[in-house]
């Protein structure tokens, strides 16, 4: 039987350390826990220390997803309602967490917490698991006495966010799957066909016109090259991705999605949505409302959007109307959500008023999507059927050609 060197704390911070034989760390924990003290550290002795095994780390699988966070925080809120200590609660959570970077993080806030840091202030040190909005509205129910009621806003709106997502890239996949399948069949024919039918034109000594040169061209470089294809997808990949974190790259493919047919209403609605959102929950929660723009503009992607509301912040500041300000938004805002804010600062229900709004755009986006799905797939089919007519003309053309020479 291991014996394991400990260091521990009470739930009021009173340290405690020592050394105790037990069979797993999960049982020295729970030892601890029963005589109301939180494992912090755990060393094993006695025993030869293992070699370390190497393992690769991706940043992109270790990221927290919207789900793990949502069900944190709503567990969370069912545990502070059956009257668990904070700390304890989130030991219990962390133990449960699938995602190892979120378990690092609240092991780190519970050990924060232990030492007198409040939630908030805990919260902050992991920013980037942590949404501004998150820890805002931590702090407002920390203040107010009422962190039962502030995480189950957030909750709602964790799930609202998670349901416009998945509606999105529901609509997505479908088109997705023709792409990627429309161009590995070409690069295949590429690869295996053209090259085959060069050889024989070249054997024939047929005249090629100008598409057929160009279709023999690319695969016989495809065939030839065709190692240089997941490097130049990779390249290609790296170059847009560097591109969208430069602040003009990010402004032209904000700017373009609010310009292409079909999808700028998507774009519109969705950004609309979250915006009104946000806003009502933050409203609800008892955040001034120049804070809750400010905040609102640091959850949204779109820097037009984010824009309009660092501005609408300014301007509420100095006294003005937010319903008045958005009106010279009206290109990226649809009137709609202009005239109910209006409506919600002269009745004084601005919260209550901009949740319902969230779900009729919420709706809105659903109905948009469903639709999307809808026209796009005629205008997939019109581009495969162009390709592959392109392709076969190019390749019986010169066989044509050859027969009236006959």
Known sequence: ??????????????????????????????ILRKEGYILIKVETRGEKTQKKKFVISIPFFRR?????????????????????????????????????????????IQEEIIKGKSFSESLSAYSTIFSELFISMVKVGEEAGTLKEVLEVLTDQMEKSHAIRSKIKGAMMYPAVIV????????????????????????????????TKLVIAVGTFVANFWYLLPIGILIFLFLIKTALK????KSLIDVLVLKIPFISPIIKKT?????????????????????????????LTNVYYKQAMLKAAEEVEKGGKL?????????IYPILVIQMIQIGEETGETSTILKKLADFFEEEVANATKNLAAIIEPVLMIIV????GFFAISMIQPMYSMLETI
Do not use: C, W
Not at 198 to 211: I, K, N, R
Not at 278 to 290: D, E, K, N, Q, Y
């Open 385 to 388: 059927g162009a390709v592959v």
């Open 180 to 211: 990627v399948a429309m161009v590995g069949i070409g690069i295949l024919m590429l690869i295996m066909v053209v090259p085959k039918l060069a050889a024989v034109f070249s054997d024939l000594g047929v005249e090629l016109p100008l598409s």
């Open 323 to 331: 319903g008045d300000i958005l009106k010279q938004y009206e290109n």
């Open 271 to 299: 950004n609309s949505a979250y915006t009104v959102r946000t806003l009502s929950s933050l409203i609800a929660a008892g955040v001034p409302i120049v804070r809750s723009l400010k905040v609102v503009s640091g959850t």
């Open 64 to 108: 927290v997803t919207l789900v793990d966070k949502m069900m944190f925080t709503r567990n969370l809120r069912v545990m502070i309602s059956a009257g668990v200590s904070l700390p304890r609660a989130l030991g219990i959570l962390a133990s449960q967490s699938r995602s190892k970077k979120l378990r690092k993080a609240l092991l780190g």
């Open 246 to 249: 430069t602040k003009t790259g």
């Open 1 to 30: 039987m291991p014996e394991y060197f400990y260091t521990a704390k009470s739930l009021k911070g009173e340290p405690r350390s020592g050394t105790l034989k037990v069979k797993t760390k999960h049982e020295l924990a729970k």
